[in-house]
């Protein structure tokens, strides 16, 4: 599976919009760009994947750059409660089989 | 629905001792796994289970860590005897197939003194 490259932390205020990136330049054809988060004492909880085409939830958005070598996950209006590290994974649609990296720490400040 | 239930949440024990872990998956899925997770790391998958047989067990240490799906629903994972890098966060995940989304327990942290 392709490898991403994430900040290692970033910061945000409560209330505007958070713009994660990750780097995947080795990306296959067949393979998904996913997000998890994974909150304090947590187990890690799925946000978003996609293919090609950007993606909406009621979590977040999965922005992919065209060449598929860079995707941004943004939360429009972050809470305190996003406060997390969040995993950007490229693999494959077997879950099973993707490896998480480091992540990015966010912390959402007032 | 209810989630992915781990326990116990907490573990300590001294090395060379034996520890189980307990997990069941959300009901009807399929797919389940165990994770090992290290401090300020991403999780590492130990062994994914399709039902009750392991499809894939590559990542786990066999010669110390075992683990079981009686009737492809419960699991557990256990170590004997354990040792100090042992210590760490144990998830477990499930799944309905291999192909969707995995939905994780809060984790097992055990502490090996």
């Known amino acids: 599976d392709a490898k991403t490259t994430q900040p290692t932390s970033m910061d945000c205020a409560e209330g505007r919009a958070a713009n994660l990136p990750c780097n995947h330049s080795?990306?296959?054809?067949?393979?998904?760009v996913y997000w998890y988060r994974q909150i304090h004492s947590q187990g890690p909880q799925y946000i978003i994947h996609?293919?090609?085409n950007n993606e909406t939830n009621e979590m977040a958005s999965l922005i992919i750059t065209e060449d598929r070598k860079s995707s941004t996950l943004i939360l429009p209006h972050a809470t305190l409660r996003d406060t997390a590290v969040y995993y950007c994974?490229?693999?494959?649609?077997?879950?099973?089989?993707?490896?998480f990296g480091a992540g990015t720490q966010v912390v959402v400040t007032p | 629905e209810a989630g992915v239930v781990q326990s116990p949440r907490y573990k300590i024990i001294e090395k060379k001792q034996p520890v189980a872990f307990w997990c069941n998956p959300i009901?009807?899925?399929?797919?389940l796994y165990w994770y090992l997770q290290n401090l300020g790391q991403g999780p590492e998958l130990l062994i994914r289970?399709?039902?009750?047989?392991?499809?894939?067990d590559s990542q786990l240490p066999k010669d110390r860590f075992s683990a079981e799906r009686l009737k492809g629903v419960d699991s557990t994972l256990k170590i004997q005897p354990a040792e100090l890098g042992d210590s760490a966060v144990y998830l477990c995940?499930?799944?309905?197939?291999?192909?969707?989304?995995?939905?994780f327990g809060q984790g097992t942290r055990l502490t090996v003194v």
């Open positions: 995940a499930s799944s309905w197939t291999e192909n969707t989304e995995a939905f």
């Open positions: 080795t990306i296959s054809g067949n393979e998904y």
């Open positions: 996609g293919l090609k």
């Open positions: 994974i490229v693999a494959t649609d077997s879950w099973g089989k993707f490896q």
């Open positions: 009901s009807g899925h399929n797919t």
């Open positions: 289970y399709e039902n009750e047989e392991a499809v894939d």
